[in-house]
């Protein structure tokens, strides 16, 4: 079964917003950065290792380059200093790298509410919703009936080459407006 494009997309955004935490620690020297910064590396490679993205290597990459200058002993500058340098220049490599993995899921994240949006519109008009049953009973009743419908079937195929089924019904409980069934049952 493939990974969940949602729970990639959530673990490498966490991710992503601790930079400017790295980069505020690395502007006021604080001691802490240093630390800090490896952590923030090792966690995000092992988020993509979870994920199976490749791109763990690159963040294995960028962390060698600290060891490197930590065994450097040809500079007139601190060991710390050297290592400071060269962990902070890092820092944009290493969240460039997170958002190359993360800009396409969220495209295709983005992309599949879209479809499922659209989906809803059709059931909001054609009464699909039934508010008085259980939650996930809708949930699942809609994406039978979607997944069955001659027209809308094809919309069904499409989200699902861009996520799997498990994160389409995710975002299909996320998405539903019963507010909007309402309106459409009162008219």
């Avoid at 690395?26 to 630390?35: G, I, R, W």
């Avoid at 009464?127 to 997944?147: G, P, V």
């Amino acid at each position: 079964m493939k990974p969940s494009h949602i729970d990639t997309y959530e673990a490498l955004l966490k991710q992503s917003l601790l930079v400017p935490e790295l980069v505020t620690l690395s502007a006021h020297k604080n001691s802490e950065f240093l630390d800090t910064l490896n952590q923030w590396l090792l966690d995000t490679e092992e988020v993509m290792k979870k994920f199976n993205i490749s791109k763990c290597a690159e963040i294995a990459g960028l962390r060698s380059k600290i060891i490197v200058a930590s065994y450097n002993t040809d500079s007139k500058n601190s060991k710390r200093k050297r290592v400071f340098v060269v962990a902070t220049s890092i820092i944009y490599d290493a969240q460039s790298t997170v958002l190359s993995v993360l800009e396409p899921i969220e495209n295709r994240l983005d992309e599949a509410k879209a479809s499922i949006r659209q989906l809803l519109g059709v059931a909001y008009q054609a009464n699909m919703i039934d508010a008085n049953m259980d939650f996930n009973l809708i949930i699942q009743k809609l994406w039978a009936e979607f997944s069955n419908h001659q027209q809308l079937k094809g919309a069904i195929a499409a989200i699902l080459v861009l996520i799997n089924q498990s994160d389409a019904l995710r975002i299909l409980a996320e998405e539903i407006d019963f507010s909007m069934s309402k309106k459409v049952l009162n008219t």
